[in-house]
C-alpha cells in the first residue's frame, strides 16, 4: 500500500522532511499541524515494522476528539490489526503500537516506563517542562523496530546500536502548538530568537492556511483584535498588549 500526500503549505514539507531528534511545529489555527504530525507518524509506523510512538495531549477528551479522529482519518482501516480505546493501545497489522496519552492526570513512573520510538505532543504550549523533560528521555528508547531489508541495501551505513548490534531507527519527538509567551519553555528551547535556543532542535512556524477549512472561518477570525490576530493568525509568540498593562 502506497500513502501518498500533497502539502497544503510550505510549513507543513519543511516538518514532514525534517530529520532533527527534536522538532517543533509552531503557527496559528488552521495551518495542518496537526495533519502533517499525524501523517509523519503513520509513514514511521508503516515503515518500520513493530515501531513504536506515544502520540499525547494534556486533555484525554481533546486527545480523543482532535488528535486521535485526525490520525484516523488518514490512517487506511485495513493498517488496524486492533484499536483499544481504555487502554489506549493501537496495533498495525505490522506489529507498530501506538499508545494515547492524556498528560493531566497520567503518573510520571508511566512515562519513565515507556518504551517507545518517537512521540508526538499535540497542543504542547499546554504541558509542563517537566512532562516535556520526562517524554524526551524516553525517544529511542525501543529498540525492536525492524529497518527493511531494502534500506539497508540502499543504505550500507545504516546505523547500528554499538552495545546491542541492533539496526537503529529514526526517532523523533515533535511538538505541535499554538504561540505563548517569550517565557514558555516552548519558546525558549526551539525559537529561533530566542538566547537559550538549542541550535540543534527543529522549528517551523505557519500562519493560518485559507486554503484549510472553511472561508467563512477565516473570515470570521479577521474580526477579532489585533492581539487576537497576531497569535492565532499569525502565529507569532510574545507578550500581549494585554499582558503587559
Known amino acids: ?117 518517537s512521540v508526538l505532543v499535540d497542543q504542547a504550549e499546554e504541558i509542563e517542562e517537566k512532562v516535556f523533560d520526562i517524554l524526551q528521555a524516553r525517544v529511542g528508547r525501543w529498540d525492536d523496530a525492524q529497518i527493511p531489508e531494502k534500506l539497508l541495501e540502499e543504505n550500507p551505513d545504516w546505523p547500528k546500536n554499538e552495545k546491542t548490534g541492533k539496526y537503529i531507527a529514526p526517532s523523533y519527538f515533535l511538538l505541535l502548538c499554538n504561540p505563548d509567551t517569550q517565557f514558555h519553555f516552548i519558546y525558549r528551547k526551539f525559537h529561533p530568537d530566542s538566547l537559550d535556543r538549542n541550535p540543534g532542535y527543529f522549528f517551523a512556524e505557519g500562519e493560518w492556511d485559507a486554503g484549510l477549512g472553511s472561508v467563512e472561518g477565516y473570515q470570521d477570525a479577521l474580526l477579532h483584535d489585533d492581539e487576537w490576530k497576531e497569535k492565532y493568525i499569525r502565529g507569532k509568540w510574545g507578550i500581549s498588549n494585554a499582558q503587559i498593562h
Not at 89 to 104: A, C, E, K, Q, Y
Request: a positive charge; glycine letters at 8%; aromatic letters at 12%.
Open 1 to 117: 500500500m502506497n500513502l501518498e500526500v500533497g502539502f497544503a503549505n510550505e510549513a507543513q514539507r519543511s516538518v514532514f522532511y525534517a530529520r532533527e531528534r527534536n522538532q517543533c511545529f509552531s503557527g496559528g489555527f488552521n495551518n495542518g499541524k496537526s495533519f502533517i504530525g499525524c501523517f509523519k507518524l503513520l509513514v514511521l509506523l508503516t515503515t518500520f515494522p513493530r515501531y513504536r510512538v506515544a502520540i499525547c495531549r494534556q486533555v484525554g477528551a481533546d486527545l480523543k476528539k482532535t488528535t486521535r479522529q485526525t490520525f484516523f482519518k488518514i490512517c487506511p482501516k485495513e493498517l488496524i490489526s486492533s484499536d483499544n480505546q481504555q487502554d489506549g493501545v493501537t496495533i498495525l497489522i505490522n506489529g507498530s503500537m501506538i499508545f494515547w496519552l492524556h498528560l493531566d492526570n497520567v503518573d510520571e513512573s508511566t512515562l519513565r516506563g515507556l518504551e517507545i520510538n
